[in-house]
């Protein structure tokens, strides 16, 4: 009996060691990852975009009255990108000045940082090229990948940013410390052996450039594949859906939004519109957490982006889901 328990005793030393050694191993593997420079074009824009000649003919505006209609315009472009498919309040808080993305002690602490004016904010110096590299690539102004997940946001336009950057530059100033991001035991492992990518590796390409504005308005497959590069964060590159990256691990795999038959097969657009309005699937049953929560933005999509996100998913070949 003291043989078999001296032997279980050395078990779970060596047990404990070789864990205490991974855990070693990747939190250095996660300084290195994390403190790699990466390099990124650089890029500028107007905040706001200013009016076009023609707009401010039609308008009978010039100089500061041009100035400010622009401005005003560009808010509630911003108002709506924001509040409808960009969800950064999801991560920086309803007045942007912090909020939660992650906050469970296995996985770690990651606050979505303060955007406002105020005192903690961390965008009070930036400038468009930066707004870009942290958005767009998530890449921070000194070079060094972030923990934001900027694939859903690679193919922004520069007015789009430009209009958000205005909105939330209207906001008013929220004077709020938010402490760093830090990783738990199992977000460090996960991090550490490729489990959960940083969105500046899942884009790779740092120097493409973006277009300045988005595709025209219209029930159009472009249009629809502009909009629907914010889905691609949760459904994955392919749009077939399966587990979330770095989701909560009480949430359902993502669905498979393909016209693959374990997909949006049979599905119309009236069907779409309820899901993405309501939450109700066409058999009666409502999502489930995520998608829930993003419905509470989705509604907001008005009927020419909701067709034309419609259009784009049947236009993209059925795969089965993952």
């Not at 077939?240 to 949430?251: L, Q, V, Y």
């Not at 489930?288 to 020419?304: F, H, K, Q, S």
């Not at 982006?305 to 784009?312: H, I, K, N, T, V």
Request: charged share 20%; glycine share 12%; aromatic share 6%.
């Amino acid at each position: 009996m003291k043989t078999a328990l001296k032997v279980l005793g050395v078990v779970v030393l060596v047990l404990v060691l070789l864990g205490f050694g991974g855990f070693t191993w990747a939190r250095g593997k996660n300084a290195e990852l994390l403190g790699r420079t990466i390099p990124v074009h650089s890029v500028d824009f107007p905040v706001p975009f200013p009016l076009d000649s023609a707009e401010a003919a039609d308008l009978g505006v010039s100089g500061p009255e041009a100035d400010a209609v622009a401005l005003e315009r560009a808010v509630a472009r911003g108002r709506h990108l924001v509040g409808s498919r960009y969800v950064c309040v999801e991560c920086h808080g309803d007045d942007f000045g912090g909020g939660v993305m992650i906050d469970a002690p296995i996985m770690g602490r990651l606050l979505g940082p303060n955007l406002t004016t105020g005192q903690g904010s961390v965008t009070l110096d930036y400038t468009p090229a930066d707004w870009d590299r942290m958005v767009r690539h998530g890449v921070k102004p000194s070079g060094n990948p972030s923990a934001m997940p900027s694939e859903d946001f690679r193919l922004m336009s520069d007015r789009e940013l430009s209009d958000i950057v205005a909105y939330i530059r209207s906001m008013p100033p929220v004077d709020e410390e938010v402490p760093p991001v830090t990783f738990g035991p199992v977000g460090t492992m996960l991090m550490a052996t490729g489990k959960l990518p940083l969105s500046a590796d899942i884009i790779g390409e740092h120097q493409a450039p973006h277009t300045a504005f988005p595709p025209e308005a219209a029930a159009t497959v472009a249009y629809g594949a502009h909009i629907g590069a914010v889905c691609t964060g949760c459904h994955g590159q392919d749009l077939a859906g399966g587990p979330i990256p770095g989701g909560d691990p009480s949430w359902a795999p993502a669905a498979n939004l393909t016209t693959h038959a374990d997909g949006l097969a049979g599905w119309g657009l009236d069907d779409f519109v309820v899901a993405m309005r309501e939450g109700r699937r066409p058999d009666g049953t409502t999502v489930v957490a995520p998608m829930d929560m993003v419905v509470g933005y989705t509604v907001r999509m008005d009927d020419t982006e909701l067709e034309a996100l419609w259009m784009y998913l049947q236009s993209v070949e059925g795969r089965p889901g993952n």
